[in-house]
């Protein structure tokens, strides 16, 4: 296993959370530094399996703005300045592939000046499939995974075009204003071997004809939504709540944030999506829906990645007597990110060693909206997760043998 080479390709590659985790696996990679601090994979419950290595990465990608890796650090402002120096001839050197948009994506953020001109959707989903080959080629890889990190795109319902495959061919002809950019490179991941991680809160490992490739294909997909800071918060303390049979009645959310995601989100189209993500966590962990629960977002650009958000909590307790709580959460939103993504690289990278494929359940911990799986409070999510790999032993797989990952009801509509 860790002679093999494997492609971690990003859609979004330039964006601080993408280029976060480039640079920030460059620099373990290169000696220097060996903190691994927000990585579940580097835990104990992970010590007895062969997970793939920083030295086995290569890193390739794809941005509407066509900065080289360096000058994107330099700009995103997440890592410190003498680290992005001593990176930069290694950063210098990754440079995103031109990037294929449809509708769906973002009108006014960054200068995008490196997209892919294309004719129809069909022929974008051929380019991103030949931008996979070519770089496995390149670089002599033996697989390759790909996760989604681009800006959440704007919102999209599912309908008869998404339903099975031999429609969603025809909508891909027909240009089908349906189908966003995210649905052509998780047809491109699949169709290419490739794993697909959606850490957006896009649809689009809803979409029916996708999973069904990916059934098809024997590939491994995992989403959606990345849970790294403010729905954490409340995955944690929503399940104490109810374990301690303690009633909420609000809950009152506000973030300030001011990268690229937050000057998108700050973009009614674009956050619909999101604020449904956000919004939906609580009930599911508590089992009730009586309690009033309002999340804000605002976009203010001195903060750059690091994000801001308070909580004030409103609830009772024996006898019916009021009580709150309030929380300051102060997060570098790429740095808590960035961790949990190279552990998704690493565990759908076993997957599809083990001939695993679908909807990696096991994985809800990772995600806000977490498709495959019913566990939404933080500690039934890990035990999921440490249930699942706890009872793994080497060696992983017999030559020829797979099987599908399905503890819980895949939903494939929405």
């Known amino acids: 296993m860790s002679s093999e080479k494997i492609g971690f390709l990003l859609v979004g590659l330039n964006g601080a959370t993408a280029n976060t985790t480039v640079a920030g696996s460059l620099a373990i990679k290169m000696g220097l530094s ?3 601090d927000g990585m579940i994979t580097e835990t ?23 900065m080289d890796a360096y000058k994107s650090a330099r700009f995103n402002k997440v890592l410190e300045p003498w680290l992005i120096e001593d990176l930069r001839p290694s950063l210098e050197m990754i440079r995103p592939w031109k990037a294929v948009t449809t509708v769906h994506d973002v009108d006014a953020a960054r200068k995008a000046d490196n997209i892919k001109t294309v004719s129809t959707l069909r022929e974008g989903l051929i380019a991103i499939k030949q931008d996979i080959v070519s770089f496995k080629e390149q670089h002599d890889l033996d697989k390759a995974i ?27 002809i027909d240009n089908d204003p349906s189908i966003s950019s995210a649905m052509l490179y998780a047809m491109a991941a699949i169709e290419t071997g490739c794993p697909f991680v959606d850490f957006t809160p896009n649809v689009t490992l809803k979409v029916p004809a996708i999973l069904q490739l990916a059934e098809e294909r024997k590939v491994p997909l995992a989403g959606r939504d990345g849970n790294t800071g403010q729905t954490l918060i409340k995955t944690v303390l929503g399940q104490m709540f109810r374990i301690r049979n303690l009633k909420l009645h609000g809950w009152y959310s506000t973030n300030i944030l001011g990268n690229n995601d937050g000057l998108v989100l700050s973009m009614p189209e674009h956050r619909q999506t999101k604020m449904e993500d ?9 089992g009730y829906n009586h309690f009033t629960h309002i999340v804000d977002i605002h976009y203010y650009p001195p903060r750059g990645d690091n994000k801001e958000a308070w909580e004030s909590i409103d609830f009772s307790g024996w006898l019916g007597m009021p009580m709150s709580a309030k929380i300051n959460w102060l997060g570098r939103d790429s740095i808590l990110a960035a961790p949990l993504i190279i552990d998704l690289v690493r565990l759908m990278e076993f997957s599809l060693r083990k001939g695993e494929y679908g909807i990696q359940s096991q994985l809800a911990i990772y995600f806000k909206h977490p498709l495959g799986a019913s566990a939404r409070g933080f500690f039934d999510q890990y035990l999921l997760l440490k249930e699942y790999y706890a009872g793994i032993q080497e060696p992983i797989m017999e030559s020829g043998v797979d099987r599908q990952v399905s503890k819980q009801p895949v939903i494939l509509a929405v």
């Open 278 to 286: 956000k919004l939906g966590v609580l009930e599911p962990v508590l």
């Open 44 to 66: 104990e419950l992970f010590s007895h399996l062969d997970l793939a290595h920083f030295n086995q990465f290569v890193f390739g990608g794809w941005d509407v703005n066509g």
């Open 34 to 36: 060996n903190n691994c």
């Open 146 to 172: 790909v996760v989604y990190l681009a800006s959440p795109l704007k919102q999209i319902g599912l309908n008869d075009i998404h339903k099975d495959l031999s429609s969603f061919r025809k909508g891909l």
